[in-house]
């Protein structure tokens, strides 16, 4: 007997019996590792996210706005409230049949009830009108009752007056559809709305909360690339915010050179 085979056979039975246990689960890993390294050619093992989209909404009831806006072949949707509606003086039923004519993507129509009852009732008539409406709901427990019912009922919510981290986690687990952190607004009084959006971000990634996040209260283009850059699902903007978005000075004495040193070029 060698030294070697002395030490095995002083081993009790259950320590080899472990050792081989372990053995035999290291094999099946490999094996199992092998496998999906043999079939990488079809499937990777690590498979790429799906790269997410950037939407861009109008904020605005202004039907005028809404059609230059969606000639500009940019525009993924639009977001009302009563106090833009009470701007276009018009009736908001009139507003929103045109709206959702004009831009074939999600429409945002609130409602006024402050009842959960009252809430889902108005809902139920705003989303028959067409199936791109999107049912804003105020965060109040009500809302929350109301976004529960309607999401139960695969009517979209847009879950609005957001202005904290905790009222995005309790609407996601209700069931909205969306969430609108309004950002000016809590910038306005002397808040970081943005850090806000930041929070809630990553809050829905940490938990895979499918709630999409729709930065609002935009003030200026400055708002728009933070939401972008932290991996907001959305903004809303209004229609002058829109038009900064576009708009630069070289751009424009861009063109003018041009058009200056073509006129100096002999035509024809
Ligand atoms: O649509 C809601 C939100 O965007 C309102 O913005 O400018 O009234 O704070 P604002």
Redesign the pocket.
Known sequence: MTFGEEESFKKPVKDTFEEEMKLEIIKDKMNEISEKIDSSEKKPIVEKPEKKKFQIFL?TADVEQIREAHSWGILDGV???P??VSKTGRSFEECIHEIVSIVDGPISAEVVSLDAEGMVKEARELAKIHDNIVIKIPITPDGLKAIKVLSQEGIKTNA?LCFSANQAILVAKAGATYV?P?I??LDDIGHEGMQVVRDIVQIYKNYGFETKVIV????HPLHVIDAAKCGADIV?V?FDVLEKMVKHALTDAGIKRFLDDWAKVPKK
Request: charged share 20%.
């Open positions: 904020d977001t009302t409230n106090t833009l609005t609108s309004f000016g607004r609002a209260s935009i003030r809303t209004p």
